[in-house]
């Protein structure tokens, strides 16, 4: 049999809050540990003849946290094993032993496993002090973070946000980039250095911007980020965007939005999406920014009509995404390898393929041709289709016979126009012609939809450099002939060798 190990809180720091409980406890014990001996209360425990000893050494030994708390877990169960039965052992960690002791926790689970009885005596913790000297009430919404693992993900303005373990400037200078993440730099956020301590305390409000470009940080020290629902807060949260759709498609909001379906957005959504591929071709970060809004937008609307009618709602779309992203990466996420894209591609179709299995559908059953949108662009369809079939071995040898199938295509486009067929037909030739240029841009790794792009977008600056020279020398465009218009065509060119 073993001893009994007791964890007790020694509180925020004013040595008058220890409990009478805790107090005899520590006498009592055959052994007192102590996490750490940077703590107000020390002094008190030496006054009153307690003798302990802490784990400080570790911190100084060991290069993380997570290390420390391990070795204090072995290092308590080691000595909970081997001390006579009946007899106490005491390990006193500051605040409360259920707020923020990594430790403790590991003792709860292995414990029991190791036979021996634990008992935990809570203490004040330093949220005991932090509601009454920053004053606020928890029960509005309230959260506790570690500013060791926090994430921007975690924070919500409309809580009150405790950020604790801020030991120095460098936890504090981490705290504040992700705070800076969502909130403004301006806004006025609290340090607090050892609430509650008599001739210690400092409470310090200043703008975020300057959080650590303060002094005084330690062991005692947390931020407290005040509750907000004005707009300089919320404004950066999805929750936001969420609820002023809401607003906008509700009684109360706007007629316009009201009335719309998805078919009247259907050329919203394509017209947004060409609106940022605009923006990516002119590599303009700030009005991609604005234009992705703009996408974004048209998703939350489309998402809102259905949480509407009770079908999903906008966060049924991200956990399907997520978990669709989770089980397509196995590379990433599961215990598959991937060296390079091709192999992770492989991995995402042959998930894909696991996907339908499991809804019942056999992919084999499937066309090869299956999965390419029917709305798509016809170019972009075309090559989409090409690919398919040429993983089935449904393709070309190589680039020649492309290019005398190409060439093959206009001859009889050509005869059809010389010899009169109908519209119809020569149509269906132009068609052939078009797809069969598609296939040469696989051959050459190209997408043949960025290629035309980059025509279309050649072809308009030299339009446009015709018609600036044309203005210059006082010459409507109409009134030019050709020849004039052809030389000025060649200068562009010209002019873009030289860039």
Known sequence: ????????????????????????????????????????????????????????????????????????????????????????????????????????????????????????????????????????????????????????????????????????????????????????PEYEVIAAHALGVEGEEQILRVPLYELDRLDGYGNLSLVYVPASRADEARNRTFARLHEIVDILRSPEGCPWDREQTHESLRKNLIEETYEVLETIDEDDPDHMKEELGDLLLQIMLHSQMEEELGTFSVYDVIEGLNEKLLFRHPHVFGDQAAGNAEEALQNWEGMKAEEKRRKGVKPEALSALSGVPRDLPALMKAYKLQKKASRVGFDWDNTSDVLAKIREEVDELQEAIETGQSAGEQMLELGDLLFAATNVARFIGADPEEALTRTNRKFVARFEYIEQRLRDRGVRLEDSPLEEMEALWQEAKAEERKQ
């Open 1 to 184: 049999m073993s001893a009994t190990l007791t964890i007790v809180g020694l509180g925020s720091g004013n040595p008058d809050r220890l409990t009478l409980g805790i107090i005899k406890k520590l006498k009592a014990a055959s052994a007192v540990y102590v996490r750490t001996a940077e703590h107000p209360v020390m002094a008190a425990l030496a006054e009153m003849e307690i003798a302990w000893e802490s784990f400080d050494g570790l911190y100084e030994s060991l290069s993380s946290f997570p290390e420390v708390y391990e070795a204090i877990t072995a290092t308590l169960i080691e000595k909970a094993a081997a001390a006579p039965q009946g007899t106490e052992i005491v390990y006193a960690v500051p605040g409360h032993p259920m707020v923020a002791e990594s430790a403790v926790s590991l003792l709860r689970g292995r414990c029991p496993e190791a036979g021996i009885e634990l008992n935990i005596l809570g203490g004040e913790s330093f949220l005991d002090e932090a509601f009454v000297r920053l004053g606020f009430d928890p029960i509005e919404g309230f959260q506790l973070l570690d500013a060791s693992g926090i994430r921007s993900s975690q924070l919500h303005p409309e809580l009150h946000t405790l950020i604790g373990q801020v030991y120095d400037s460098f936890t504090a200078s981490e705290t504040k980039l992700c705070l800076m993440e969502l909130y403004p």
